[in-house]
């Protein structure tokens, strides 16, 4: 799964979401991530409690770079990608 999602609100000091319910465990786990069900949420999400930018340095210290980010209403999204190093 070489794609990751991220997003937090506005304020920038966490929770920040890093995952859904079909992440890689390993990598949530790396993170430090928590799996949560929102109450109303048929599905589960991964938090963690740090800010945006102490993931996304964790993210790049193994292989992932930004792809793009945008903000949707008081939400800001982070794309990223990791090279995979399986050829066809």
């Known amino acids: 799964m070489p794609y990751i999602l991220i997003s937090t ?7 920040t979401m890093v995952g859904d319910e079909y992440s890689d465990p390993s990598i949530m786990n790396y993170l430090g991530a ?5 109450l109303g949420n048929n599905f589960s999400e991964y938090h963690v ?4 930018r102490l993931v996304l340095d964790k993210l790049d210290k193994i292989g992932y770079r930004v792809v793009s980010m945008t903000g949707v209403g008081q ?11 399986n050829t066809l």
């Open 9 to 15: 609100q506005i304020r920038l000091t966490g929770p």
């Open 34 to 38: 928590r799996k949560i069900t929102v």
């Open 49 to 52: 409690d740090e800010p945006p």
């Open 75 to 85: 939400t800001l999204v982070w794309c990223l990608h990791k090279e995979s190093s």
